[in-house]
């Protein structure tokens, strides 16, 4: 996971999972030549695209292979390509001149669809976001871009749900949830092989209840969650 900039106007400070925003160019249909494995849904096919391609920018690992390759980017050739972070991080080229310029393809195929949140239309700024889970090469080292992350750690879900809950880490509930739902599988396989099983993901669009004793936050039942609802803190007076 990393931590996010503190001048960054969403999550600022949270400990989060790479990723980000997916840009118009991860949309161009002549990428699709240079795609293992993707989704035939043109919008889902763009979202995979930029999940890696968000991961490379943020963190360093790139899911691709060289063309004509079975096995993922090794470490050294990975080194070679760390310029391109940064580059296609100001859009200075897209994603498909890249994958043309290296002679790679994009490994869709390793990318399982873990979950899918939106944010409620109470909230100002929102999001749609899809969750992906995927093994990290294991010569390939993450580090964090020093930019939008500023930290970067492996760590256990375990401990970053203690660490939320002592105020050590800022953990956004979205964020909470997932690693509380990855919390349940011992290894990153094992959480795999379920989240392959109930692909696609039930749609998380979070909503609140008033009730006699407070407000409660609340998600659909059937989305998998350690529990549907929450209630929420009583508001100071002013």
């Known amino acids: 996971m990393v931590v996010r900039h503190h001048q960054i106007d969403f999550a600022s400070g949270a400990l989060v999972f790479p990723g980000g925003k997916a840009d118009p160019a991860d949309f161009d249909p002549k990428l699709r030549e240079y795609l293992d494995g993707a989704s035939e849904d043109d919008k889902m096919c763009a979202i995979q695209v930029a999940s890696i391609r968000e991961s490379f920018e943020e963190c360093g690992i790139l899911l691709a292979r060289p063309a004509g390759a079975i096995e993922l980017l090794g470490?050294?050739?990975?080194?070679?390509?760390?310029?391109?972070?940064?580059?296609?991080?100001?859009?200075?080229?897209?994603?498909?001149?890249?994958?043309?310029?290296?002679?790679l393809r994009l490994a869709?195929?390793?990318?399982?669809?873990?979950?899918?949140?939106?944010?409620?239309?109470m909230v100002p700024k929102r999001f749609d976001t899809h969750f992906f889970l995927a093994l990290a090469p294991d010569d390939q080292v993450a580090m964090h871009d020093?930019?939008?992350?500023?930290?970067?750690?492996?760590?256990?879900?375990?401990?970053?749900?203690?660490?939320?809950?002592?105020?050590?880490?800022?953990?956004?509930?979205?964020?909470?949830?997932?690693?509380e739902k990855l919390g349940r599988h011992a290894t990153p396989e094992a959480a795999i092989t379920a989240a392959s099983e109930t692909s696609p993901p039930v749609t998380v669009l979070p909503w609140t209840e008033h009730r006699h004793d407070g407000t409660y936050l609340c998600i659909p039942p059937d989305a998998g969650y350690e529990s549907a609802e929450w209630k929420m803190p009583d508001r100071e007076p002013e």
Do not use: M
């Open 108 to 121: 869709c195929d390793t990318l399982t669809h873990f979950a899918h949140w939106i944010t409620p239309p």
């Open 146 to 179: 020093g930019h939008e992350s500023v930290d970067s750690v492996w760590i256990r879900p375990a401990e970053v749900l203690a660490d939320a809950e002592s105020g050590k880490r800022t953990v956004i509930f979205p964020t909470l949830r997932n690693i």
């Open 75 to 103: 470490g050294e050739r990975l080194a070679e390509l760390e310029p391109y972070r940064q580059r296609l991080n100001q859009g200075e080229l897209t994603i498909l001149e890249f994958v043309t310029r290296e002679n």
